[in-house]
């Protein structure tokens, strides 16, 4: 009966109680799917629940990353090498101008 099928890293939403999550781990072994939802707490599926659920797939809601512990930034997907974070405090406007 779901829509979608377990993706790790993508986002649903349970068609039941309207909560995100996102897939954290698929393991085909174990028959587990884990998911953390957007608050925070860790929850899992076997494939037989998953089956008979309404998940359907979301974009990940914008402020995805509040809740999840020990994240990285290279963890956020994102590849842009800008250095914003670097001290600029010896840095004058004389550096700036060609």
Do not use: K
């Amino acid at each position: 009966m779901s829509v979608a099928d377990p993706i790790l890293g993508n986002w649903y939403q349970d068609e039941a109680t309207s909560r995100s999550f996102r897939v954290v781990a698929v393991d085909d072994e174990n028959d587990s799917i884990e998911v953390q939802f957007l608050n925070g707490d860790i929850g899992g599926y076997d494939f037989a629940s998953w089956d008979e659920s309404l998940f359907f797939p979301i974009e990940a809601p914008e402020d995805w990353s509040a809740p999840f512990d020990d994240l990285e930034v290279d963890d956020l997907g994102y590849s842009d090498p800008d250095q914003h974070g670097r001290d600029r405090s010896d840095t004058t406007l004389e550096d700036f101008l060609d």
